[in-house]
């Protein structure tokens, strides 16, 4: 995928600035818009649990709230062995402004990568 190391930069140095400390557990996203602008994202947690934020939710709300809605690519990472999979509530925010070409890669610090659209991430999902 083209872009993918500025993304994976962005995307590994925003989970760095993950506020975790509930979890220790970080996550970065790096938004590539279709303009060309990018967005970077973090968890962000709370002492009230279910208030926490992840990564992929606030790189695609900054987003939003600069009026940029329309996106190429997500580039998502954590330390773990695997490629991080997205939470439920972040596949439903991402249905909501990715369509089909959007390409979400799923990655880890070693770069092991799955690359996937919103269609195989979340088939059947809800949408008014
Ligand atoms: N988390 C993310 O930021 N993105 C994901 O895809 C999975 C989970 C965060 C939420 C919480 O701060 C921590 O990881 C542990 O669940």
């Given at each position: 995928m083209n872009n993918f190391n500025m993304l994976y930069k962005v995307a590994s140095e925003s989970a760095e600035k993950?506020?975790?400390?509930?979890?220790?557990f970080k996550v970065g996203a790096a938004l590539l818009s279709k303009s060309g602008d990018v967005f970077s994202g973090c968890n962000i947690e709370n002492?009230?649990?279910?208030?926490t934020c992840c990564a992929e939710r606030v790189a695609i709300f900054k987003a939003v709230s600069r009026g940029v809605t329309e996106f190429k690519t997500i580039v998502i990472t954590s330390n773990t062995p695997e490629p991080i999979s997205p939470c439920g509530a972040c596949r439903q925010v991402m249905s909501e402004f990715f369509d089909d070409s959007v390409i979400i890669v799923l990655t880890n610090n070693n770069q092991v990568k799955k690359e996937l659209s919103i269609q195989e991430l979340l088939p059947y999902s809800f949408n008014l």
């Open positions: 993950a506020y975790a400390p509930y979890s220790n002492a009230s649990y279910s208030l």
